[in-house]
């Protein structure tokens, strides 16, 4: 009778154990799925997106002394473009029948970069939507459930900065492969500006986690003791410095009056739009990123939120005051004085970490 019971027992608690597991996974996934589509997703930074874009037209509207665009302008040219056909470039088919491989290898070509136009930029949205949703934002029901962990997720800090590079890539993929020698321009401009900020940029992000001994980012973002402040702090200017070249904004990317419309020279109709919300989306979650890394006490909603309009802010403000910095100059200051800086930056961070 007791070795029955005893079975029926173990038998009970190995349903109940299957059971706590099955729904810990259920509930895990849907905060996954809640956090990447609606907040801090997809919705969330798209809505956000389009009205911090609606808004910059419009001051550089102002500022340029011209009537300002409807706010969401933005939007109403998304549809309009996801609308329009994607023409590609192909060559007319020649009149000589010896020909014809190259007219086929060269459609072949251009199908592909067709191809491309479409992917490359709704791939480098999809990462910025699955970055967002590791940094620990107020309300992210994902790194929610583990901020009393010590071990978190790990290396989610590189994983969201990794992440945040593939648009920087999309866009020198974009200058390398593109037919027009405008997008050329732009792509070598890119990535130039690229190898110039990465170093700098890299130490801006990294330096708080290197004090702090940790790259997740629950743990980064909750260490607000007093020793730490002023490391977020110098960091996060820093971090503001290098966000020019990092968000290819106006002057850097190729400036429209020098090479026409730059990387987008040679889009059209959906790809032009998946590429502008890519890089709607990019600043919102650059924002997000840095309100959570160098803004003290930012488990604050309204800090937080203070952290990213700051930042948002900046981005618009930069873009429409500093419109004719050539790329000699720009190079020669992130290359020289940047670098320079925030080497001596990493060497007085290695030596607080030594103390």
Known sequence: M??????LESLALLCYTRFMVTSSTTEMLLRLLFTVVIYPGFFFIVIIGLLVEGLRRMFQAR??????????????????????????????LPPNETYVTDYALNMQRATTWRTLQFFMPALAALAIVVAVAFIPAPGNLWTAQ?????K??????????LLLELPVAVSIIFGAMGPSIYTQVAGSRTAQLAISYLLPYGIAVFGPS????????????????????????????????????KLRISPLEAGQGE??????????????AFYRLMQMLERVAVAILFSALFVPFGNNPLVFAGGVLLCLGYTGIAEVLFSH?????????????????????????????KV
């Open 152 to 161: 978190g997720l790990g290396a989610d800090l590189l994983a969201v900065v």
């Open 2 to 7: 007791g070795s029955s019971n005893l079975k």
């Open 325 to 353: 910095v050539k790329l000699n100059i720009a190079l020669k200051f992130y290359l020289v004085y940047a670098g320079a800086g925030a080497t001596v930056w990493l060497l007085i961070l290695a030596f607080l970490v």
């Open 63 to 92: 500022v340029e002394g011209r009537l300002s665009p409807h706010l969401l302008q933005p939007l109403y040219d998304l549809l309009k473009l996801f609308k329009k056909p994607t023409p590609v470039p192909a060559p007319a």
């Open 210 to 245: 290197l004090v702090l001994g940790s790259l997740n980012l629950n743990k980064i973002a909750a260490a607000n003791q007093f020793v730490y402040i002023p490391v977020k702090l110098v960091c996060g200017l820093l971090f503001l410095v290098m966000l020019p070249p």
């Open 146 to 150: 583990f901020e009393n962990e010590s």
């Open 259 to 272: 090479a026409l419309e730059g990387i987008t020279t040679d889009l059209n109709g959906p790809p032009l």
